[in-house]
């Protein structure tokens, strides 16, 4: 089943704000400006009046100016446009959880999943810009389609105060006469880039081989194809949203060259403390430990073995680092660098695997230990608690604050 994607901008955003804070200014020739006082400030945005005598966004106050006789220039006011901006956040999560701001007062919205609820894309548009107009004054232009490229260039076909639909059916007949920079990720350069090929419209892009995109702007002409064929399919990602992490590691390279096991021990025990207090602070668990070992003769060679049970323990993580390094490196020669990497992470919510070898209670507790020093050491300082062995091996200074250090050599995350 295709998606339903909805763009929806508010119209002439901050200008719109200001008219509303000032409703005599709403009778007026307005525009925002940046740096007032200076000649040189710019148009940030501008009423429908203002918009009928050529005032453009970006252009000079002075500029402006001249088109527009009798224009009203204010100063922008960011507070209450982020409140506006997030009022309507607000409105838009009412239909759906998959809201994705662009800027200030531009947002996609997949309401794939809600149209059994609330009607088509269509009709739930044209319900966001009246309960947006209703509640907070403001005008919406929407756009609909199977995707966001196109769901964002219908929301700019009609303005203002409008919904255009953009189907599977009709993409080609609505925009494939428009300029190809009208659609998003064409910027001046790659226009005149497109141009220098003979493509102006988004149908010439679209028709276009991709081999000749790809050589000659690479991925991106790629994605610039597809987009003009309707075949972005690139999520809306609400903004709570961030990239899960995929692995936490610390690594030293050495000044001097580790010489001996006991060396290595006492370096990633270090690292092991450093890399599951991150795994805490994110609330991860590893799966599975990964160590980098770089040689004197600058070959690294890389190793992982699974944990016992998904853990945020430093002691465990360290057994098995080190005990992988006993058993696969084969000591030719000295160690130059150490990365201690935690893989296969899941959030700390998940249930775990149970292993018979593992005793679950004394690792429990030994991770509230974990918690607990990790809370003194945030309060009291860094390595105010820590093993006992980095203690009398190796020196964790706490004028670096991000990462063991043992003299001689330099940390890197
Ligand atoms: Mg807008």
Redesign the pocket.
């Known amino acids: 089943m295709s998606r339903v994607i909805l763009h929806c ?5 901050f200008a719109s704000v200001e008219c509303l804070l000032n409703p005599e200014l709403a009778e007026k020739r307005v525009a925002v400006c940046g740096n007032i006082q200076e000649r040189h400030g710019i148009v940030l945005a501008k009423n429908e009046r203002a918009k009928k005598f050529g005032v453009k966004t970006g252009e000079t106050i002075w500029e402006a100016q001249k088109k527009c006789p009798g224009l009203v220039i204010v100063p922008p006011q960011y507070r209450y446009y982020a409140e506006f901006s997030k009022r309507a956040r607000e409105i838009y999560k009412r239909y759906t959880d998959l809201v994705e701001p662009f800027g200030l ?2 947002c996609w919205l997949d309401v794939t999943g809600s149209i059994r609820l609330f009607g088509d894309g269509k009709k739930i548009a044209d319900d966001i810009r009246a309960v947006i107009k209703k509640e907070l004054g403001l005008t919406v ?1 929407a756009g609909v389609s199977f995707n966001k490229v196109f769901a964002k260039l219908g929301s700019d076909l009609k303005k203002p105060d409008a919904t255009t639909v953009i189907s599977e059916e009709n993409f080609r007949e609505l925009i494939y006469h428009l300029p190809a920079n009208d659609m998003i990720g064409i910027g001046r350069s790659t226009f005149q880039n497109l141009k220098n090929i003979g493509v102006d419209t988004i149908g010439e892009l679209a028709a276009v081989p991709v081999d000749t995109l790809r050589i000659r702007l690479g991925k991106h002409g790629e994605a610039l194809w597809r987009y003009a064929n309707g075949l972005d399919d690139s999520r809306v990602i609400p903004e709570e949203y961030s990239e899960p992490i995929k692995s936490i590691g610390r690594g030293i390279t050495a000044v001097r060259d580790l010489v001996d096991a006991k060396e290595v021990h006492a370096v990633m025990l270090a690292l092991s403390v450093e890399v599951a207090r991150r795994l805490r602070e994110e609330n991860l668990f590893a799966g599975a430990v990964q160590i980098s070992v770089r040689d004197s003769r600058l070959v690294t060679r890389e190793f992982q073995c699974a944990l016992p049970i998904e853990t945020s323990n430093s002691g465990l993580i360290e057994k098995y680092a080190y005990d992988l390094f006993c058993r696969k490196y084969s000591w030719e020669y000295n160690v130059r660098s150490v990365t201690v990497r935690a893989i296969k992470l899941v959030q700390c919510v998940c249930a775990r695997q149970l292993d018979m070898q593992i005793d679950i209670g004394r690792l429990e507790r030994r991770e509230k230990i974990d918690g607990i020093a990790d809370m003194i050491n945030k309060r009291y300082g860094k390595g105010t608690i820590k093993p006992m062995t980095l203690f009398s091996d190796i020196h964790i200074p706490q004028s670096r604050p991000d990462g063991a250090l043992i003299p001689g050599f330099n940390i890197r995350t």
Do not use: G, T, V
């Open positions: 901008d508010m119209n002439n955003f007062d531009e232009s």
